[in-house]
């Protein structure tokens, strides 16, 4: 099957980006397609590579990114959610003259569209997030 | 999921029902729903959305946000028929515990109880809620 995913929440104060990984992930194994995962909401904060949890904890950023590159993701940020929440990547902070950019490794910015398309072209979206 | 998906331009076009549950300013999830809906209507999509618990309180007149310090997005809701999103279910339940009447609402909306909802839904291909 065919499946998108929809990640709403950031990292750690709410367990729905675990959720998502730990969803993807069991599907991937069992033979899955993950058309996207589509960050919204807080969930952009999934995809900024200045995380630094303790060391006993879980990294969920880099947790994304690796199984992303493990299985060539297509992890989208929503371009407008990220900026509200100062999520970018190297040409959008050139873009808007900022002085870093934050975006994760396996991570790209793009619109809305991506969503919509998710839903369109899988067999089922799932939501993962309040 | 619907049985039949019908075939437009070479594309698909699913049912999208877009699930509003908060209340408009409390949580951004209703200003951001919005903008996936609104994406949506680019898509050629057979969109609708649904009002459920203090979702409700999003199709409100006369909201004033002045003293919020929030931008009043509700005008966008009776734009939405501009892009063709036309089908507005409000839940009869949730109106009926807060008190709001078809009356109190700035836009023309399909009033379905708890049972019809659950119908409307189940008919869906993809459903996104916020």
């Not at chain 1, 992930?25 to 069992?30: D, I, N, S, V």
Request: charged residues 25%.
């Amino acid at each position: 099957m065919k499946i998108g995913v929809l990640v709403n929440e950031g990292p750690y104060t709410h367990e729905a980006s675990d959720s998502a990984y730990n969803f993807t992930k069991a599907a991937l194994e069992k033979g899955h397609e993950i058309y996207r995962v589509f960050f919204y909401h807080d969930g952009v904060n999934n995809a900024t590579r200045l995380t630094e949890p303790p060391r006993d904890d879980r990294n969920i950023v880099n947790r994304w990114s690796e199984l992303g590159k493990q299985h060539n993701l297509d992890l989208v940020v929503c371009i407008a959610a990220a900026q509200r929440r100062g999520v970018m990547d190297e040409n959008e902070a050139k873009r808007q003259g900022k002085d870093a950019h934050n975006l994760a490794e396996g991570f790209r910015i793009s619109g809305l569209g991506q969503l919509v398309e998710a839903g369109i072209q899988s067999d089922r979206l799932v939501t993962f997030g309040d | 999921m619907s049985d039949e998906m019908d075939m437009q331009e070479g594309g698909v076009v699913k049912q999208f029902m877009f699930v509003n549950r908060k209340a408009p300013y409390g949580t951004i999830y209703a200003l951001e729903g919005l903008e996936v809906v609104l994406i949506s209507a680019a898509f050629e999509q057979d969109v609708s959305m649904a009002f459920i618990d203090d979702g409700v309180y999003e199709l409100k007149k006369g909201q004033d946000t002045k003293a919020l310090g929030q931008k009043n997005f509700s005008p966008t809701y009776r734009a939405l028929e501009g892009y063709d999103i036309e089908k507005l279910y409000v839940e009869k339940e949730s109106m009926a515990v807060r008190g709001l009447t078809v009356e109190d609402f700035a836009v023309d909306v399909t009033v379905l109880d708890h049972a019809e909802m659950a119908a409307k839904m189940a008919e869906q291909d993809v459903l996104i809620s916020f």
